[in-house]
């Protein structure tokens, strides 16, 4: 089946830095990825839609210039939490959407990345 | 908003139980995903659903659209198949819906 990674699986950053997280889709292209976080016995809330080529789709309260996110090739997403704070810690996952009709409906999910902010 | 509700919220089995996840919706939905997530946090996709049901190993989905219902079985369970179970669905448009999941715990 369709892999997705993610990169770091975990990190541990101080108040005010800046942590970039990778999105990979390793055997497909994916047109479109998307951005979830997590909060410990919570379910998944998207936080973006990025679009392989143009700007990301922001759900309603999430700050973009908080959350920047880039798709600049179909293989690859970033998501970058700018001046990180300890409210930022969380499980962050992406998700990925194959090219092609036949599997526009199925998401292939990244294993998360645990960022914990001191 | 579509409300996806999944029952129960939490499930204690004897390995080798069959066991029975239950995922009802509001709206109508092009699909329909079963999620497993494990303590470590990473997700697996274990099926995805626009009709009918679908099969692999020992876990098998099933979805009824007229009534927003989905199941997801597990037979023979085993402690292994312990994880957080999510039901996540697709209204016409991009973003999926979750539920809360359902915690099942397989003891020995």
């Known amino acids: 089946g369709a892999v997705v990674s993610q990169h770091p699986s975990w990190v541990i950053c101080k108040s005010g830095t800046s942590v970039k997280i990778e999105c990979r889709s390793l055997?497909?292209?994916?047109?479109?990825m998307f951005w979830y976080r997590q909060f410990p016995k919570q379910s998944l809330m998207l936080m973006a839609t990025?679009?392989?080529?143009?700007?990301?789709?922001?759900e309603q309260g999430v700050e973009k210039d908080k959350f920047l996110i880039n798709h600049a090739s179909l293989t690859l997403s970033t998501l970058t939490v700018t001046s990180a704070h300890p409210e930022d810690s969380s499980f962050y996952i992406c998700s990925a959407r194959a090219s092609g009709a036949s599997s526009y409906n199925e998401q292939f999910f990244g294993p998360g990345t645990r960022l914990t902010v001191l | 908003k579509n409300e996806v509700e999944q029952s129960p919220q939490n499930l204690t089995a004897q390995e080798g139980e069959f066991i029975t996840i239950n995922c009802s919706y509001s709206?109508?939905?092009?699909?329909l995903h079963w999620l497993q997530q494990h303590p470590g946090g990473g997700i697996v996709s274990l099926f995805m659903?626009?009709?009918g049901k679908k099969k692999h190993g020992r876990l098998i989905a099933t979805i009824n659209i007229q009534e927003k219902h989905s199941s997801l079985h597990i037979t023979a369970s085993h402690p292994r198949d312990s994880a957080v179970y999510i039901c996540a669905v697709l209204p016409s448009g991009y973003a999926l819906n979750f539920g809360k999941g359902t915690s099942l715990l397989v003891t020995p």
């Open positions: 709206v109508g939905i092009s699909a």
């Open positions: 990025s679009n392989e080529g143009s700007k990301a789709t922001y």
């Open positions: 659903l626009s009709s």
């Open positions: 055997d497909f292209q994916a047109t479109t």
